[in-house]
């Protein structure tokens, strides 16, 4: 199976609901009291102020424990990845979890740092000093993603430098296939006892592998049109491969779900060539005999027209192509996709009492019929969560462009490192600021105050605290352009995990800060509209 987009959110510093509506900020607010204001603007004087994202939760535990640490240090979060997936397919028909986004910026709230306004005031933008200046953004690739911590699963190796994964839940897959398929060989050669569950446990590895080398075809395929692959396991009913950019045209898209059933094909067929110099009824050949029928099984199964199978995503293609639009792929698959789920739900079972799998209906009866109807039930499930998946995260994609540095930056106020705290506050409530950056004496930023680190200085010693004491040092990937949006955005900031970000001009000018915190907020936001 394939899961593709790999769309994910950063994680703020401070956690909070989305079910919980925006309420304005308030022009006499204090930037230490609102951890998470949202007054985005530039530093720059004559950069027009953005729209500002309106809610101000209080922090969270986590984050007033940072703000206490020795060093001063941030810890960053590493951002969670929305279910990353945008539409599965594969041998399997797993579907992936996804992540709904966040809150956009309200327009009209202009607070200041330091005091609760009346309800329903407004501050107009105020200058702020004129900005330091950084160097321009180095040209260039964006930065990669860190290495990947392994999620469930045993690393079994790194072919095409992908790395390959083997869920728990195989091993419980295995177990079952060496039980079941050792009492099928019980009747066809009783002569080889308790062997035969050995002979069970190598068809299983073997039918494992046919399904890796089916997931093998689509990681293939995905490199050959430069979109990057995560990983690959292989878990309870198959094998999943997560590429992390969705196809650029219908007909890549095709081609990236047709490979996997093309190549089970193909396995089926050399399965059944290697068959017939063996003589029937030995262990060779009825061992040969089930691979072929499990991966002609597994293409069939993969070819069905609905989300989030293969097959799923051919058809998607093919309206996507029709239409125009990517959005009326999905919808049109996804549905047939549910549709499918029920028909598996319904159909499955009575097929089994029919006697129409190969085994009469006299002898379908009892725990057999559960089994059925138990396995009915889990592929039912997966195939309709998968496609509703899908849906969800097409609506993702369609939102992402939403989601603007230049419109999410909040505006800051350069501050050299020994300036008290009080001090920089009040500079920051006179320019209408809501960050602060730490510039040396030739206005070059040095670092960023995190706000959790402010929440957690009592206001009787902001006088007698440095803002160097509560600044997260600036690295490469925390410069962050200006004119960057949707994916390209969160690309570069699941790179350097962190709770701010420097936000900068092409020209290298300071625009103002970005926190992890209002991108999320701005996830969850466009998600909740309706396409």
């Given at each position: 199976?394939?899961?593709?987009?790999?769309?994910?959110?950063?994680?703020?510093?401070?956690?909070?609901?989305?079910?919980?509506?925006?309420?304005?900020?308030?022009?006499?607010?204090?930037?230490?009291?609102?951890?998470?204001?949202?007054?985005?603007?530039?530093?720059?004087?004559?950069?027009?102020?953005?729209?500002?994202?309106?809610?101000?939760?209080?922090?969270?535990?986590?984050?007033?424990?940072?703000?206490?640490?020795?060093?001063?240090?941030?810890?960053?979060?590493?951002?969670?990845?929305?279910?990353?997936?945008?539409?599965?397919?594969?041998?399997?028909?797993?579907?992936?979890?996804?992540?709904?986004?966040?809150?956009?910026?309200?327009?009209?709230?202009?607070?200041?740092?330091?005091?609760?306004?009346?309800?329903?005031?407004?501050?107009?933008?105020?200058?702020?000093?004129?900005?330091?200046?950084?160097?321009?953004?180095?040209?260039?690739?964006?930065?990669?993603?860190?290495?990947?911590?392994?999620?469930?699963?045993?690393?079994?190796?790194?072919?095409?430098?992908?790395?390959?994964?083997?869920?728990?839940?195989?091993?419980?897959?295995?177990?079952?296939?060496?039980?079941?398929?050792?009492?099928?060989?019980?009747?066809?050669?009783?002569?080889?006892?308790?062997?035969?569950?050995?002979?069970?446990?190598?068809?299983?590895?073997?039918?494992?592998?046919?399904?890796?080398?089916?997931?093998?075809?689509?990681?293939?395929?995905?490199?050959?049109?430069?979109?990057?692959?995560?990983?690959?396991?292989?878990?309870?009913?198959?094998?999943?491969?997560?590429?992390?950019?969705?196809?650029?045209?219908?007909?890549?898209?095709?081609?990236?779900?047709?490979?996997?059933?093309?190549?089970?094909?193909?396995?089926?067929?050399?399965?059944?060539?290697?068959?017939?110099?063996?003589?029937?009824?030995?262990?060779?050949?009825?061992?040969?005999?089930?691979?072929?029928?499990?991966?002609?099984?597994?293409?069939?199964?993969?070819?069905?027209?609905?989300?989030?199978?293969?097959?799923g995503r051919m058809l998607r293609a093919v309206v996507w192509k029709l239409t125009g639009?990517?959005?009326?792929?999905?919808?049109?698959?996804?549905?047939?996709?549910?549709?499918?789920?029920?028909?598996?739900?319904?159909?499955?079972?009575?097929?089994?009492?029919?006697?129409?799998?190969?085994?009469?209906?006299?002898?379908?009866?009892?725990?057999?019929?559960?089994?059925?109807?138990?396995?009915?039930?889990?592929l039912a499930a997966i195939i309709w969560t998968g496609a509703g998946n899908s849906l969800?995260?097409?609506?993702?994609?369609?939102?992402?462009?939403?989601?603007?540095?230049?419109?999410?930056?909040?505006?800051?106020?350069?501050?050299?490192?020994?300036?008290?705290?009080?001090?920089?506050?009040?500079?920051?409530?006179?320019?209408?600021?809501?960050?602060?950056?730490?510039?040396?004496?030739?206005?070059?930023?040095?670092?960023?105050?995190?706000?959790?680190?402010?929440?957690?200085?009592?206001?009787?010693?902001?006088?007698?605290?440095?803002?160097?004491?509560?600044?997260?040092?600036?690295?490469?990937?925390?410069?962050?352009?200006?004119?960057?949006?949707?994916?390209?955005?969160?690309?570069?900031?699941?790179?350097?995990?962190?709770?701010?970000?420097?936000?900068?001009?092409?020209?290298?000018?300071?625009?103002?800060?970005?926190?992890?915190?209002?991108?999320?907020?701005?996830?969850?936001?466009?998600?909740?509209?309706?396409?």
């Amino acid at each position: 199976m394939v899961e593709s987009g790999g769309t994910g959110r950063p994680r703020p510093d401070n956690e909070q609901s989305a079910e919980h509506p925006a309420t304005p900020a308030s022009p006499a607010t204090d930037l230490a009291q609102t951890p998470d204001p949202g007054t985005p603007g530039p530093a720059t004087p004559d950069a027009e102020p953005a729209p500002a994202t309106s809610e101000a939760p209080a922090p969270s535990e986590a984050a007033s424990a940072e703000a206490a640490s020795a060093d001063g240090g941030d810890a960053p979060q590493e951002p969670s990845t929305p279910g990353d997936d945008h539409g599965t397919t594969g041998a399997n028909g797993v579907g992936e979890g996804e992540t709904e986004a966040g809150a956009e910026p309200e327009v009209g709230a202009e607070p200041e740092v330091g005091a609760e306004p009346e309800a329903g005031q407004r501050v107009p933008p105020t200058p702020t000093p004129a900005p330091a200046s950084v160097p321009a953004l180095p040209k260039g690739p964006p930065p990669q993603r860190p290495p990947e911590q392994p999620r469930g699963g045993l690393l079994m190796g790194r072919p095409f430098g992908v790395p390959v994964y083997v869920a728990p839940s195989w091993f419980l897959v295995a177990a079952l296939i060496t039980w079941v398929f050792g009492n099928q060989l019980d009747r066809v050669l009783p002569e080889l006892g308790a062997l035969r569950y050995l002979v069970s446990l190598f068809f299983a590895v073997a039918f494992y592998a046919s399904v890796l080398i089916h997931e093998l075809a689509h990681t293939i395929a995905a490199l050959r049109f430069k979109l990057p692959v995560r990983r690959i396991q292989l878990q309870f009913f198959g094998g999943v491969s997560e590429i992390e950019k969705e196809a650029e045209t219908p007909g890549r898209e095709f081609w990236l779900a047709f490979v996997g059933p093309l190549l089970s094909l193909v396995l089926a067929g050399v399965f059944y060539l290697a068959m017939q110099p063996v003589e029937p009824g030995t262990v060779p050949g009825v061992l040969l005999a089930g691979l072929m029928i499990s991966n002609l099984i597994v293409a069939i199964f993969n070819l069905l027209p609905g989300l989030p199978l293969d097959g799923g995503r051919m058809l998607r293609a093919v309206v996507w192509k029709l239409t125009g639009k990517p959005m009326n792929g999905t919808i049109a698959a996804a549905w047939v996709g549910r549709a499918l789920a029920v028909s598996v739900l319904i159909g499955l079972p009575l097929l089994t009492q029919s006697g129409a799998l190969g085994s009469s209906a006299e002898d379908s009866v009892g725990m057999d019929t559960v089994t059925d109807a138990l396995l009915a039930a889990i592929l039912a499930a997966i195939i309709w969560t998968g496609a509703g998946n899908s849906l969800r995260m097409a609506r993702l994609r369609e939102h992402l462009p939403e989601l603007r540095a230049r419109t999410l930056t909040r505006r800051a106020v350069p501050v050299e490192t020994h300036t008290p705290l009080s001090e920089a506050l009040r500079r920051a409530n006179d320019a209408g600021a809501r960050a602060l950056v730490v510039v040396d004496a030739h206005g070059e930023p040095l670092s960023l105050v995190r706000e959790a680190a402010i929440v957690g200085v009592p206001e009787h010693r902001r006088p007698w605290v440095a803002v160097s004491g509560l600044a997260q040092d600036l690295t490469d990937g925390m410069r962050v352009s200006a004119e960057l949006a949707g994916e390209d955005l969160l690309d570069v900031l699941r790179a350097t995990p962190a709770t701010e970000y420097l936000v900068v001009e092409e020209t290298g000018e300071i625009f103002g800060v970005l926190s992890a915190a209002d991108v999320e907020r701005a996830f969850v936001k466009a998600m909740a509209r309706p396409s």
